[in-house]
């Protein structure tokens, strides 16, 4: 085992027995060096590892921000590793787009109707009603999707959800170009959007679910990702 790695282990030690939480500090730099008996150079490793990781958020100086800060990000963290693997294609786009249908047509069968991400799905929808601008338009309708899947009320689903929508917003972006006619597209894309919050909002779990799922489909269908799992 590397050093960095019984650095890691350590951690997550402390992390399963309760001695570091949510909000708590790790031990300094040196302090951690000499208690696990390896290199100062080794806890750095480890520490860029779980910040990389969306585990810890290093601080520099003085004052309520110094020192690594145990912090909860894996959202952030799933989405930067799922865009590398994208990028070397190894995970097919389409795939990845079938996850997304799974987890999305889950998360808004079991949506709560009184949800608060549900009244901010509302405006994003507004706000998205006056974007002119491509990337602005695409940015909101993956807040949106987030929010419905927030709206189940299972992190680890929005987690998984948001590292996905991460994932192939890029893609989404370029593959507009594709797209004959974006005016029709986004106009068909609200007006999708609205009719799922809409049965959402009526405890139409059943009718949400197929209508988000063609909607995802739909989309990438017209963009360029074919059923053979490829970009065209």
């Known amino acids: 085992m590397r050093t960095h790695e019984l650095v890691l282990e350590w951690i997550e030690k402390q992390l399963s027995s309760g001695e570091l939480s949510l909000g708590g500090r790790l031990p ?3 302090s951690m060096a000499e208690q696990l008996q390896v290199s100062r150079t080794s806890v750095r490793e480890a520490v860029r590892i779980l910040e990389a990781m969306g585990v810890v958020r290093a601080g520099v100086g003085s004052g309520k921000d110094a020192g690594t800060i145990v912090i909860a990000e ?3 963290a799933l989405g930067s590793t799922l865009r590398l693997h994208v990028a070397t294609r190894h995970l097919p786009v389409a795939d990845i787009v079938e996850t997304r249908v799974l987890l999305e047509s889950w998360a808004v069968e079991r ?5 608060p991400e549900l009244a901010e799905a509302g405006m994003l929808l507004d706000q998205m009603d006056d974007a002119t601008d491509i990337d602005a338009f695409l940015a909101l309708d993956a807040h949106f999707h987030v929010a419905l899947a927030q709206s189940a009320g299972n992190v680890v689903v ?6 996905l929508r991460g994932a192939i917003e890029n893609y989404a972006g370029e593959l507009t170009g594709n797209l004959p006619d974006w005016t029709a597209t986004s106009r068909r894309l609200r007006e999708e959007h609205r009719a799922i919050l809409a049965a959402v909002s009526a405890n139409d779990g059943g009718k949400a679910a197929a209508l988000v ?14 059923s053979d799992h490829t970009l065209k």
């Open 28 to 30: 300094g730099e040196r």
């Open 74 to 76: 894996p959202g952030s």
């Open 111 to 115: 949506a709560q109707a009184g949800a």
């Open 158 to 163: 929005s987690a998984m959800m948001a590292s």
């Open 213 to 226: 799922a063609a909607h995802i489909r739909g989309f990438y269908r017209e963009a360029g990702v074919d």
